[in-house]
């Protein structure tokens, strides 16, 4: 069984560790140094569990910066490259997506086409219309990022987008290398599939959104956020989990996928889903709102990632709270360690070293708390009520 993986990023490095645990893995991306890193044996991610495997297991993976005759005689191609949102066509844009099954139909392959990347509803369909010589089929991932290794061997589910004996086949060939026994899996039409991914996304953006909004109410009332979302969480049918305040959503996922599925609507009525872009982006502007009554002029940001443990910012709530409080004449300051081959970024100074940060600001702001500011915490400014992600 021979497998390649399309796309180095959360999606596609973790799919292609797991499975070469058990069968030959080839990786392929355009940027050459993930590849030379995977080579080496280094994770081009922030993921604990990424490095501890590269370190300590035998791997059967090997990378190629080109779509090759060995990826082509794969038994299965997994495509996982980035479809980012665009503002313009109000779609993703799936063109690196297109141009690999262009390139897969005119070489002719044979493999079973696996794709992972977040797709506008009634995507596979339309490819497997046009490139009627391959066979295409959609899988969504629900992985968190810095914990993509661990999500994909513990699934919450498994989902497919058909149910013929290639996608069995390849359902098959993940429950041989997930650690998971009893995984929930679902066949269903891509459409589905698709829609599944949208909806799944769009709902964790409402419930971050309805406890932002919640922690809103508690700051312009006066009251304790803390005991009233432990008040709700203690409702087993709305539990503990994403419950925790914070800037806003954000990431590479949430954003986007919200909006997808929104213009997915079309002329349906859809007023919750609509409204989560517009909850975002009031939410932020109140906790600059917030942050300003402070009156500081001198302000640093404490890390960039939306998360713990992550190495990615992409879209992150902070990029906002930074634009506006640079509106409002506020001078920023950036303490990210992730960052240390440029001297500013947003139009801010970054300052890595941690004593001369906190000397330079008299308010440090941060979408998550961390024990490193324990010592400045008279100074610190965030959301953040449980200490978790």
């Given amino acids: 069984m021979k497998i390649s993986v399309l796309g180095m990023g959360y999606v596609g490095l973790s799919n292609a560790i797991m499975l070469s645990t058990k069968y030959d893995v080839i990786c392929h991306d355009i940027d050459e140094s993930k590849l030379e890193s995977i080579e080496k044996r280094q994770s ?11 370190k300590n297991k035998k791997l059967k993976l090997k990378t190629s910066i080109k ?53 506008p509803v009634g995507y596979t ?56 026994r009893n995984i929930k899996i679902v066949y269903m039409p891509s459409t589905e599939a698709e829609s599944v991914k949208l909806f799944s996304n769009s709902y964790l953006a409402a419930r971050v959104a309805f406890f932002n909004e919640l922690d809103s109410y508690c700051l312009g009332n006066y009251l304790d956020p803390k005991s009233i979302i432990m008040g709700l969480s203690s409702d087993p049918r709305i539990g503990e989990g994403y419950n925790n305040p914070s800037f806003g959503f954000g990431g590479y996922c949430l954003p986007k996928d919200t909006k997808q599925l929104h213009s997915s609507f079309g002329q349906i009525p859809n007023a919750l889903v609509k409204s989560l872009t517009l909850s975002n982006l009031q939410r932020k502007q109140f906790i600059v709102n ?36 640079k509106k409002n004449g506020r001078n920023v300051f950036i303490h990210e360690p992730l960052i240390n081959n440029k001297k500013s970024i947003f139009g ?35 959301r953040d009520i449980f200490g978790e992600n």
């Fill in 290 to 325: 917030d942050i300003l009554k402070n009156k500081e002029k001198n302000i640093g940001i404490y890390m960039l990632a939306m998360k713990k443990d992550s190495d990615n910012f992409r879209e992150s709530s902070i990029i906002d709270i930074i634009r506006l409080l």
């Fill in 44 to 54: 081009p991610i922030k993921d604990k569990l990424v490095s501890e495997f590269f």
């Fill in 348 to 382: 801010c100074p970054i300052i890595n070293n941690f004593d001369l940060f906190i000397k330079k600001t008299k308010l440090i702001v941060t979408n998550r708390a961390s024990k490193k500011l324990n010592k400045v915490s008279n100074k610190v400014y965030t």
């Fill in 67 to 119: 779509i090759n005759s060995e990826i082509l005689e794969s038994d299965f191609i997994i495509i996982s490259t980035p479809t980012n949102f665009q503002t313009s066509t109000k779609m993703f844009d799936t063109s690196s997506i297109d141009i690999i099954l262009r390139k897969l139909s005119k070489m002719k392959s044979t493999a079973i086409i696996i794709i992972k990347s977040t797709l």
């Fill in 125 to 180: 369909a339309q490819v497997n219309d046009r490139f009627k010589n391959l066979k295409i089929y959609f899988s969504p991932e629900f992985l968190r990022e810095g914990r993509a290794l661990y999500d994909n061997l513990f699934p919450s589910r498994i989902i497919i987008g058909n149910k013929d004996k290639y996608s069995l086949k390849f359902v098959t060939i993940i429950k041989s290398v997930v650690r998971k």
